[in-house]
């Protein structure tokens, strides 16, 4: 069936300014046409520019855009979001389900339902699995490794490799400290490609529900990250540090190990965190200090 601007709208729960068309896909705003949807954040001139001079089927905007267009268009107070959520709708390909044959799941695995697992995985003989996991080829799970349900785990990255953790003999040589402990990843986390979470030395490294880790994150052993934390590409989370809830993190950031980082706290890009930072607190730069109250 063919989807509409208004299908769309009724899905959002929204008002539809303008003429019912048929919308064939999502598209970015520098390359729209006549039958696309795509997103406005905010306004300004030159992306009313755009809009009316590449006319796209249906625009999902603020209330000032809405105003001044005279494309066809649903206000909303997040346009970004209402776009992800038309996109998982109406255009989104659910992943296949199956394990790929060069897998190799090892005996006493668990797995639940619905999983997907690329080519080339390894699965340990102590790993659990969630229903609806999407595990991507070259992924790495060994050890005593709990993931939870509707996870994604993408390509080549390694959950549960043993951290790097030495402690010198007598004779001064390094000596490796066995990491025994376990990791639990909970629902709904989202694991980049190449990255790797180390398992605790004898305790856990926890990932807690509804995380996101970027591409090329290093989690250290027993770390714990809470709730709905973003962590960006080339972070390095050191080991036994403690991150709270719905924090973000930018990009190649470094927290120290035994950091503790409160809720909902902004950590600027190329940070270097060496002290702990209380609930609600933008930090950035070299070592971290904070810049201002988050709620400000």
Known sequence: MPITSSDIASFLGKHLNGTPVSIDKPADLNECGASDIVW?????????????????????CDAESSQNTSVSN???????????????????????????????????????????????????SQVSVGDNCVIHSGVAIEGKVY???????????????????????????PIHFPHIGRIEIGDNVWIGACSTVEIGALGATVICDGCKIDDLVQVGHNVIVGKNTLIMANTIICGGAIIGE???????????????????????LGSVVIRNIEDGIVVAGVPAVPLKPKNK
């Open 40 to 60: 406005v954040k905010r306004f300004s001139p030159e992306r009313l520019s755009i809009l009316e001079s590449r006319r796209p089927g249906l625009v999902i």
């Open 246 to 268: 719905k924090c973000w993190i930018a990009p190649n950031s470094v927290v120290k190990e035994k950091i503790r980082v409160g809720n909902s706290v902004t950590i600027g």
């Open 74 to 124: 649903i206000i909303s107070n997040n346009p970004r979001l209402d776009f992800i959520r038309v996109v998982n709708r109406f255009f989104s390909t659910p992943p296949k389900i199956r394990i790929h044959p060069t897998a190799i799941i090892e005996e006493g695995a668990i797995l639940g339902c619905n999983i997907s697992i690329g080519a080339y995985c390894r699965i340990g």
């Open 147 to 173: 993931l939870g349900r509707q996870c994604v785990i993408k390509a080549n990255s390694v959950i549960g490799g043993e951290g790097f953790g030495f402690e010198y003999d007598e004779d001064g040589n």
